[in-house]
């Protein structure tokens, strides 16, 4: 079976909910406002993909290439984000609370105003990533001990 290739595509309020699209390439696409919720994105391409403000609640995205990726305001609690490349990617203001980021990159993402409260973030990487005084973190978490950049 072959892998969708869905690469630029433009899905602006669209309903994808449980959609499975595992092993895709959404590539450099644009799904603002979508509804991905309990979709498969497993080992999916999602380089530089634009989910601003979309509903991404237990999305399954583990094994997934989402670097650069737009996460703004997107809300992914419950999310499946384990050992997901997710460096550079923009992540303020989304709800990432109850995720799964174990073995997750977030080397020099933006976690401005975002909420990981009861997030598993065993063995995330977070060098150089951004946050603010407003980022909510798990229970007992030191952010600067972990490389994360605080401003205000």
Request: charged share 15%; aromatic share 10%; no cysteine.
């Given at each position: 079976?072959?892998e969708?290739?869905?690469r630029?595509?433009t ?7 449980d959609?499975?699209?595992?092993g895709a ?7 603002t ?8 994105l497993?080992f999916?391409?999602?380089?530089q993909?634009?989910?601003t403000q979309?509903?991404m609640v237990?999305?399954k995205?583990?094994?997934s290439?989402?670097k650069?990726g737009?996460?703004?305001g997107t809300?992914?609690r419950?999310a ?5 490349d997710l460096?550079?990617?923009?992540l ?14 977030l080397?020099r ?6 909420d ?9 990487t977070?060098t ?9 973190w798990p ?6 001990l972990?490389?994360i950049?605080?401003?205000d």
């Amino acid at each position: 079976m072959r892998e969708a290739d869905l690469r630029r595509t433009t899905a602006i309020n669209v309903n994808f909910q449980d959609v499975y699209l595992y092993g895709a390439n959404l590539s450099r696409g644009n799904m603002t406002g979508s509804n991905l919720n309990g979709a498969d994105l497993q080992f999916t391409d999602l380089f530089q993909t634009n989910f601003t403000q979309a509903e991404m609640v237990n999305t399954k995205m583990n094994n997934s290439d989402a670097k650069w990726g737009n996460f703004i305001g997107t809300d992914l609690r419950g999310a499946n984000l384990s050992n997901t490349d997710l460096s550079w990617a923009s992540l303020t203001e989304a709800n990432l609370s109850g995720a799964n980021l174990s073995g997750t990159d977030l080397t020099r993402a933006n976690l401005a105003n975002a909420d990981l409260r009861e997030t598993n973030i065993t063995g995330t990487t977070f060098t150089g990533a951004f946050a603010n005084s407003a980022t909510k973190w798990p229970e007992g978490f030191n952010p600067i001990l972990s490389g994360i950049i605080i401003w205000d």
